[in-house]
């Protein structure tokens, strides 16, 4: 009789908890893919690409790096602009652009069309690419919040792999290779 009693006791208790998650989160995107790749993605990943590096001059060598504690603020502002970005771009129904814009380069990249077909019919390659490029800003984030300028390059490499892959499969796949 008591376990009777603890089996319906636990069973109340698993059926009442069940419902304690509330209600699904009801995204209303309102910027494309496009947009958040033009106005994120871009300049974020573009800042930190630039922010390490050696120039060869008439003058010798030029360093760039951040040097000051709010340099390294900064850097850690387009990190985590970039991760979250990542996220973003995986929220269902989001469209990859407007209805009246085209590809930019239409001899090169696919039609914005063609590429919501593409992420719709493997949304598990789409959300793979998107946590590739994740992983890749965490590195970032790790050499930013370590201030490893050497590691800010490392990253920046495995950024830009991440960035090359998802395009090359989504934005100009048939594109002749170099």
Request: glycine fraction near 4%; proline fraction near 6%.
């Amino acid at each position: 009789m008591r376990n009777a009693f603890f089996l319906t006791c636990v069973a109340v208790l698993l059926l009442s908890c069940s419902g304690c998650t509330g209600p699904e989160p009801q995204y209303r995107t309102t910027a494309t893919v496009k947009d958040i790749m033009d106005s994120i993605v871009d300049p974020n990943a573009d800042y930190l690409w630039d922010a390490v590096s050696s120039t060869s001059s008439a003058k010798g060598m030029i360093e760039k790096a951040p040097k000051t504690a709010d340099d390294w603020k900064e850097m850690k502002r387009h990190t985590v602009a970039l991760m979250e970005a990542t996220d973003l771009l995986q929220i269902p129904l989001r469209p990859v652009a407007k209805p009246d814009e085209k590809a930019e380069n239409p001899q090169v990249e696919l039609s914005p069309e063609v590429i919501k077909t593409l992420i719709d019919s493997d949304r598990g390659a789409w959300i793979k690419h998107n946590h590739t490029l994740h992983d890749a800003t965490t590195a970032m984030m790790k050499a930013v919040l370590a201030k490893d300028t050497t590691g800010v390059l490392d990253a920046g490499d495995q950024i830009d792999k991440a960035c090359e892959a998802c395009h090359k499969q989504y934005w100009y796949p048939d594109k002749p290779k170099n």
